[in-house]
């Protein structure tokens, strides 16, 4: 599990948060940073070598923009918290991709298909375009919400089958197809 901390404290940080404390927010990501660092590291781990950011620069990044959001996400529970850090990370590296892209106009851009991606989550270590992937999955969200989770969970968050069964209130076989599914989706979306 991502946290290892008691599920109560850190549901009460959240709902605390909620309420417009922000003072929780800090207790939060203190209780949470050595998860939020493993999560930072897996995100980069899935970029091309030698990125200029660190884990604790994203992770840095990653509270400047929850301290100066003006809306607070209304959070259920961890996992909830976790997969919203997770898509804030990822969207951290799109904007960070996006801007070294501008800076190389003219230069080559490496696009690194989605079964590279997916095997990356696999295990494979494999490169992805974050923006390209992005695009994809937030296209796959319009037609499946349910599969866009999935990917979102299992490939961003690293959960494993049964993780995402228990976070989604499924089970694991309709996450296995769901996940599949996804998967052959992007691939076409993005080999295409």
């Known amino acids: 599990m991502l946290d290892g901390s008691p599920q109560g404290e850190l549901t009460g ?15 939060l990501l203190r209780l949470a940073l050595a998860d939020l660092r493993r999560l930072a590291r897996y995100h980069l781990a ?3 070598p030698h990125h200029t950011l660190e884990p604790g620069a994203l992770v840095n990044e990653l509270y400047l923009r ?14 909830h918290f976790f997969s919203f850090v ?3 990370m990822r ?13 190389k106009r003219h230069g080559a851009h490496e696009h690194v298909p989605l079964e590279n991606a997916v095997q990356a989550a696999d295990g494979a270590g494999r490169l992805v375009d974050l923006v390209a992937l992005n695009k994809a999955i937030h296209e796959l969200g319009a037609r499946s919400p ?7 969970l299992r490939y961003l968050l690293g959960l494993s089958l049964e993780e995402v069964a228990e976070a ?25």
């Open 66 to 79: 929850l301290t100066t959001g003006r809306r607070i996400p209304d959070f259920s529970d961890r996992s």
């Open 13 to 27: 940080l959240l709902l605390s948060w909620n309420r417009g404390d922000r003072e929780a927010l800090d207790r």
């Open 146 to 152: 349910r599969a866009r989770k999935v990917v979102e």
């Open 46 to 48: 899935q970029q091309r």
């Open 168 to 192: 989604l209130a499924t089970s694991p076989s309709t996450v296995s197809r769901d996940w599949a599914a996804a998967k052959a989706w992007l691939y076409s979306r993005l080999s295409g």
């Open 91 to 103: 969207m951290i590296l799109i904007d960070h991709a996006r801007a070294r892209g501008a800076e």
């Open 86 to 88: 997770s898509r804030l």
